[in-house]
């Protein structure tokens, strides 16, 4: 009997190819991102499809609401994908040269998740975002 | 500085009106291997492009720092308002300090 509960104990911290990045890491990237910012729900929309075929290219649009002037601007946006082995998607640093605060790119999922956004403002407000889809095909592992 | 081997790729148009907005998209030809991808019994070592700069006239207007989750063949578009004619420089450079450029000139009148 113990012998099996010592058994299950270990396969616990055998880790397998669909891991995602545990709570802590997702922590961490975020604090080094925004420090101790708080942010706040709202002033971001985010466009990604409901479902991706290809997981290893996904098109996520991201806009924040901003004038984008020198007073008042979106200084960063950080993208982050939790259920990814590693959560980090990048970071973008905006400058008043922009005319919005809208960024196309593409990223990687590995799996079902919600896709997390954050915007730096230039008054130190952070603005906060997610999006949820579904993937048919991981794109990280393979 | 040595030059990465990738082929960058600039679309934006040639000529705006005074106060336009225009749309610059930027690819750019590259794996973007994070190291934990299994091809088969092959893993792939790591490989990333991990920083994007934009410049009008020399001038920061946008950059990026790219990790694991910026998909294979990195694709940004961003939005410039254009008052005057200017050079748009973009550049691309990886972990080992490579980097690729690109840029156009905007003729706005």
Known sequence: MRRRVFLVASLALVPWAGQAADAAALEAAIREAIGDAVPVEGGIELRVPAVA???AQVPLA???DSPMTEA?????IHVFAPGNPTPGVASFRLFPGLARAEIHTRIRVAEEQAILVLAVHGNGMVRRASAALKVTRGGCLS | MSTLPSTPRLRIPARARPGEVIELRMLIDHPMETGLRHDGSTAPPRDLIERLEVRRDGALVFAADLRNGTS???YHVVFLRMERSAEISVAWTDA???TARASARVAVG
Do not use: K, Q, S
Not at chain 1, 72 to 76: G, I, S
């Open chain 1, 62 to 64: 991201i806009v924040a």
């Open chain 1, 72 to 76: 008042d601007h979106v200084t960063a």
């Open chain 2, 96 to 98: 080992r300090g490579r």
């Open chain 1, 53 to 55: 075929e290809n997981g």
């Open chain 2, 72 to 74: 294979p063949n990195p």
